[in-house]
């Protein structure tokens, strides 16, 4: 097998000769198809393509430990996951575990190889990302066994072209407990009732939908998981996507650290560069400390994750941490490229944008805040049993906005 | 007269009424010429259009220490000194002064009724902002007098709809003082040779341009203020300027802050809402704070700008405190909006997008902290002498992009 | 009368030269009252003792808002208000106020003249300070009248030196509402049961006591203000105290700014001072700024404490930030000091002990974010309307320790 | 060999018993000889004494590498080291590894058993710690050989029990490059002409002396590595001692944490306790955060000197985060503690004082952030060479009060 150092070493030329160049152009709706196909075709062409994915379903059969260490190379462009045919790691993963074997056999293959895509709808608009209880998407089952949705989602990514929807709605009566209310539902995208009802202006970028299910119907066989069981499923993918998302921002931050270096070194002020201005020399001495630390943190917590071991914390810290380190990175690559900074030729606002999102997606800040100090407590308390009750994983870790 | 406090309270329902709803339309090519033209006239028929422009010249003649009480709410929208007519004030105020009576009298009235716009034209790409001794843009005068102008400029604000464009250009050999070697000239848009060469997009918005004027030629009189003294002039309308961008920011920080109110006493979480949360209590108060201290700091720097005594230090602080309320309040908004506080219909990416440019132009911060720092230190070391050398006021001001 | 800016020369002229060179001995419990006694006579011959006081009272009758343009200076050392004979001025006011007059009459000629030295008591051991309605003193009245009084109490400033005590106790059973449940008794120094348990060590400063009373009896005619009445009493002299407070922690901030900018420039190295050094510069420019802004936020708290007007949220905003102020402008002149910093021959460590009390006296700056921002929210609320209740104001102005 | 784990958990717990129950005593002049003396016969009884010590010296032979895991704990308390005899470790490796053979045979034995104390005297009165160029002592060798030193030295921690004092002292004639200009020699404490200037008043704590050699002479055996290679000796220690140091107060930083948390969760507040308020949930999330991140960064710089790697900027970065680290926890747990916090009785403000030197010592912050930047952008320059080059390590380790 190909040795590690080696392949992060051609993962990360990948996304910097390839992704990042192509940026402009994902993100532009006319050409950012095009851009799709042939980043995927050179990505399966150079051995890139799907390295977390299980190998029967397609994938290169990387296990998580392994991929942790290249995410964060993956990453430093937000459209490197999708590029590389990682991006589905999440919804594969929940489909194969727990998808009916007919359902799973016809989306996996084409999600793997990046021809099928899907969207997940958890977020809802009115309810706090906070508050999963308050979610008002229903799912009620017809006697003929199919179920049939209505509500609204929106921050669903990608939801433009998904094939296929996962849905987060409840199913259950209000004498249910709370947590054992929702369930995940697959609902095809040519499905009657189904519409994007419009396309977000997230700080200027788009990609992001609200959606609407009119009283959409699906087969009993489109139900993912447990019935009831979806907040726990919801929770179960949040810490491996949470803990991915940081990793991709500390690529970002490295990246906007590197950008940062590089124009304090070549601007010149007279007979001098910004490089030898003590202010600036700040700037690069407190970004690369944050960068450095959040990175270590973040692959604590991945570590643990990989391990299949308690995370919560260390998820939150991990969070909260890469997300700061991207915003003090792109700010400051910002202050000292200037005026140039501010524009989109710079490539820095789409960092920027990325830091500040990054603040609220998987849970503002403020929760991992509050429930991280709250668990952390609890485990002072037990003094030397440093790992959370495993129910508590569930409570905590289902909050936030994103997938 | 109007009572000053009902004429600040008309002029806040029309910022809040007519400009901040009209916001979306001034920002999109399509629609913004009339919507510009609208506001317009309903400004001068609410007797609110071109308050600080002299009456002489078609404006309401207010002193500028009146203009400044008024000035923060005015600025609540970017758009607010635009559709009010007072965001021709500098370029009103350097031609009344320095212009060649002909061409004063060709281009105020228009100006001043917001028929003609002005640029202003200084930055360079690849010039840095704090070094306007390295600016390239050449003037060049004939045996016939006529100016022949060579050069690139950007971040001009407005050049496409400009009718002309006032630019900071070398005109004297390289044996002259750095800073008497500059001069400002009058170019008509229409001139052969000048161009837009491009809009920038700054941080998703438009509205500032590159610039060329390949070989343009302007006659003599197109010269505004003495030859050479290019630089004294933009030093002179810096701390003007600064102070009027301050008081803006401030007033858009304080729709950040009433904004991020109203959000978390309405969100509910269960039985309680947003409001009830220590975290949130802190982002209100810190961005409360934040605010106050720098409007404080900014009337300080205002009422010594408007008495025309030495405000360097004053400027600068005002300056640096209130891009920061605003970033502050502005980011807290959004944090407490969480996702939805990211998309455009929220309006608080538009508050975020100033409050980061704002950091940067006029100086950036480091500049001024810097400048201002040596500055203050000759003042403590002259001991109960609080004022600078006046010589001093130009070499520090004319400092930093924007205009 | 004296020309006001004459009197504040002659003010800050005599802390300086006076004051603050006594600082040592005024901390050395051997030589501090021979200190006092010394300072106490100059401040009278100069006549720059007891400015605030009524003249009645033995005092200068400056009104409050004149007094309060001295304050800052006045506070630049932090015995200052002893050494100029104002620390009484909230006791004396309270006792003006509220005493029976054969008590007031005792007891006012020597508390104005500096004679007689009064301690007020309200915090207590194993209580917090936000807590005022979990204090467990209680005073008993005697069928004779007379009360009985049992409990101990700390951080009771000078108590070694006080004639007398005044003391919060709870005076009525468990069915009276919780604030209308104390009052404030005086006890005398020499009453049996009374003893001081300990000087506490205050980040290695003395000054402050636990001190115990143990059945101590007083006569009615002791009884401080109504019956029932000691947290209102309290929280009004509160406002006062904290505004006066924070006027002297920007004295003591102004006095390190100076320290720090001293230092910058005549430290040496090589060719340079550290004033060329920007990250110096840095120190400089945001110590200023947040002393300015600290200053501006407490003139204005200050004048509607002077005019009796709604101020908790500006007392609570001036609290907060000359904290801040002061905190960041002793450290800053420690760093730029060096290792000769951190000893007690600079006098900065001396500042330092103050500021980081002052974010936890007069109540900790976590109990005036939270409060603050709840009473702002209703501001923002009744739009417009931007006073609080008048009953809010017992409530939260009671809470913190420090008198 | 004892189980490292084993080892770590008595380690801990003899400073957690025995040494921080002590703090008082060791820090109180008339009980510290006995205190010391207690401790160091307990440890060697628990087999915990002078462990990263040579064996052949009477250490216990643990390599840096293995000491490192246990050094955060023993610097649980300031006194940790020298209750376990490995404060020695400095003196003890540069003597061993320089000193003349006689020298090394009189001295070692005594030092690594605790009974005999070494000084290390670099620091000036009256020269920036930055700049070692600068020091002013001197030493001249006579014809016998025999040198002559004079000088003053101050921060000289533990002068006045020291049987023997190592001074850096110019020995070069001004014609050699400066970084080849000073050399090392031994002091007999006895010798004529040295004496203890004063114990300073550092943050209220003792145990530094300002020291004066006035024409002290040693025999030429006395010094220490060779001629003019002062300086080179000084840098190698300080990357070993800064390590050190940061792991040391990353153990006082946790202790914090740990105090604080046990304060949040056991401080009631009617029917809450602190540990439910937001803002106390804060202060243990981020006090934690920077606790872990800074010792995640600290041991990556320690294994980095273990090895014998360059280490500069991760030491930069350990030292500047283990500091800020301490700094936050311990305010952190004052803040909770309230005024109680203050007191010296909560131990808080032993951990605050050693937190405000940190960022002092061993270089201040500024000289690590201005320096590590400029390696920093030198190693992004050569991209992919991530190491200094090796006659760097010199002139900037050396800078920096403290040994």
């Known amino acids: 097998m190909e040795d590690s150092d080696n392949l992060r ?56 430990a392994d991929y942790f260490e290249l995410a964060e190379d993956e990453g430093r462009s937000d459209h490197g996951p999708e590029a590389l045919g990682s991006a589905s790691l999440l919804n594969a993963r929940m489909l194969a575990a727990h998808a009916d074997p007919g359902l799973r056999e016809r989306i996996l293959p084409g999600l793997v190889a990046g021809e099928l895509h899907l969207a997940y709808a958890m977020t809802e608009p009115g309810v706090a990302g906070s508050d999963p209880h308050g979610l ?20 669903t990514s990608g939801a433009a072209r998904a094939g296929m929807i996962l849905v987060v709605a409840r199913t259950e009566t209000e004498d249910a407990a709370p947590r054992d209310s929702f369930s995940i539902l697959a609902v095809p995208a ?28 699906v087969p009993a066989a489109h139900l993912v998981g447990p019935r009831g069981g979806g907040l726990r499923l919801a929770g179960r993918r949040l810490a491996l996507g949470r803990t991915l998302r940081a ?35 700040g700037l690069v001495f407190e970004a690369e400390l944050q960068v450095r630390g959040a990175r270590l943190l973040t692959r604590q917590a991945a570590s643990l994750v990989a391990a299949d071991r308690p995370s919560t914390v260390e998820v939150s810290m991990a969070k909260v941490a890469a997300a700061r380190a991207l915003s003090t990175a792109a700010d400051s690559a910002i202050q000292a490229y200037g005026a140039e900074g501010l524009t989109a ?51 905590d870790t289902i909050r936030g906005s994103g997938e």
């Open 136 to 155: 008002r998407t229903e799912a009620k089952q017809a006697q003929d066994g199919r179920w049939r949705i209505a509500g609204r989602k929106w921050f």
């Open 190 to 217: 040519e499905a009657a009732g189904f519409r994007i009802v419009r396309e977000l202006d997230v700080l200027g970028a788009g990609g992001q939908y609200e959606i609407e299910f009119d009283q959409v119907t």
């Open 345 to 395: 030729a710079s490539g820095l606002p789409r960092l920027l944008r990325t830091a500040r999102a990054a603040r609220i997606l998987d849970g503002a800040d403020e929760l991992h805040i509050s429930g991280g100090a709250r668990r952390l407590l609890r485990q002072y308390a037990t003094a030397g049993n440093q790992t959370g009750r495993a129910d508590d994983l569930v409570d």
């Open 9 to 64: 070493h051609r993962l990360r030329e990948f996304v910097d000769a390839q992704v990042i160049p192509a940026e402009d152009a994902l993100e532009d709706e006319a050409r950012a198809e095009q851009a799709r196909a042939r980043l995927r075709a050179a990505a399966k062409e150079a051995g890139l393509w799907a390295l977390p994915l299980p190998a029967e379903q397609g994938g290169a059969g990387l296990p998580l």
């Open 247 to 281: 990793l991709r921002w500390i690529g970002q931050a490295q990246r906007a650290v590197e950008l940062l270096a590089a124009r304090v070194r070549e601007r010149r002020l007279g007979a001098e560069t910004l490089a030898d201005r003590q202010l600036m020399q």
